[in-house]
């Protein structure tokens, strides 16, 4: 049986037919649902229809907590060694335990060696300085006892010299009287014998001489000891510096510096809620490395916002309802039960940079590429107890003047 097939000519354009009936089929179904959705539009009551309305702005946002929502890292390099058994929802405080690192045992072993060098500065400080101590004591006595030497040396040197000074006072006297008696004498022609006289004059040579002799020693002995109490006390003060020197070079300030920098890093292989607030999601698992993606996102849901991107074209519109008094929002999505309701806080909630979109709108023909600012809309009490279960959910936003 002969077969017969369309030129190639013929199969072209029998597929660039059924591509414009499928256009056409396409804007027709398209014309019909907007003419539907006008005629829904049309229907409801204008406090519904907050997007169609002049007094109006609408945006795209997303559900946030005020402080934003916290990722919690472990330190680049390391591995979690031990996750404490968190789940979503369940609230932490600031300072309780996550997890822990595996460099933990190395940390503490870093500790005890810290520990142990500090005891070793601190007992070697102690040795040196009950050497030290010894030292000055023993100079103190040297001191001490140069100088009681000194006082009872001179003190008796000072009564011998009263003695002889006496004695060369009374020989003296007794010359003077063998003298005078031997000129009584010399005038009935008697003498005194002459070795009497003699003998008188050399007992007073011989206290003056003893006398002088003392006074010479005197004199030195007290040059002595001063010179002895100078040895002494620069002996002390020589056992003083060598004291402080000895202090001065055990490391316990080094020592206790490295200690504490040990135990911080130490107390950082704890991982710890660095913030009061619920866990929103737990992605860390037991040996996986750390620092490469958090461990867990938490935040702090008492109080909830909406961050909107407005479009750059409303943000006059909006930035002068915002002068003018408090801005009211509504905030929708199917997902939440009721809609959310806030306040634009003046104009400080309002961005001041023009940046590219974050939030995008589903379906092919939104536009994908804009110009927004973002806009923090804080919600109410009943709306905050809503929102907070659904972090990051993207819904849209409605502006109107107080």
Do not use: C
């Amino acid at each position: 049986m002969k077969r017969y097939s369309l030129p190639r000519s013929g199969r072209t354009l029998t597929t660039v037919l059924l591509v414009l009936f499928a256009a056409a089929v396409a804007g027709a179904a398209g014309y019909w649902l907007g003419r539907q959705t006008e005629a829904e539009t049309a229907r409801m009551p204008v406090a519904d229809r907050p997007f169609l309305t002049k007094d109006r702005i609408t945006a795209l946002g997303r559900i946030q907590p005020e402080g934003g929502v916290v990722p919690v890292y472990g330190p680049p390099g390391d591995r979690l060694a031990q996750l404490e058994p968190l789940a979503p929802g369940q609230l932490l405080k600031v300072g309780d335990k996550i997890g822990e690192l595996a460099s933990r045992k190395d940390r503490l072993l870093e500790v005890q060696v810290a520990e142990t060098q500090l005891n070793e500065a601190r007992a070697a400080r102690a040795a040196a300085e009950r050497a030290g101590q010894q030292k000055i004591r023993a100079a103190e006595a040297e001191l001490n006892q140069a100088r009681a030497n000194k006082a009872s040396d001179l003190a008796a040197l000072a009564a011998k010299l009263d003695y002889l000074e006496l004695q060369v006072k009374a020989a003296a006297k007794h010359v003077d009287r063998l003298k005078q008696l031997n000129s009584r004498l010399a005038k009935i022609n008697e003498r005194v014998a002459p070795e009497d006289l003699e003998k008188a004059e050399l007992l007073l040579a011989q206290a003056e001489a003893e006398w002088a002799a003392t006074k010479a020693l005197r004199t030195k002995t007290e040059t002595t000891y001063e010179e002895s109490e100078t040895a002494a006390r620069a002996k002390l003060d020589a056992a003083k510096a060598e004291l402080e020197e000895a202090l001065a070079r055990a490391p316990i300030q080094s020592s206790e510096e490295k200690l504490a920098l040990a135990r911080q890093l130490a107390e950082r292989t704890i991982i710890t809620a660095p913030i009061s607030g619920t866990v929103l999601k737990v992605i860390g698992r037991e040996g996986q490395p750390t620092g490469i993606e958090p461990i867990l996102h938490m935040a702090d849901l008492s109080q909830m916002t909406v961050v909107a991107e407005v479009y750059e074209s409303d943000v006059a519109q909006l930035s002068a309802w915002a002068k003018a008094g408090t801005v009211r929002v509504e905030a929708t999505n199917p997902a939440l039960a009721n809609p959310l309701r806030g306040t634009v806080r003046g104009e400080a909630a309002i961005a001041r940079m023009i940046a590219r979109n974050q939030i995008f709108a589903l379906g092919p023909r939104e536009d994908a590429d804009r110009r927004v600012v973002e806009v923090i809309v804080h919600l109410d009490a009943a709306s905050t107890a809503s929102a907070a279960r659904f972090v990051g959910l993207q819904v849209t936003v409605a502006f109107a003047p107080q």
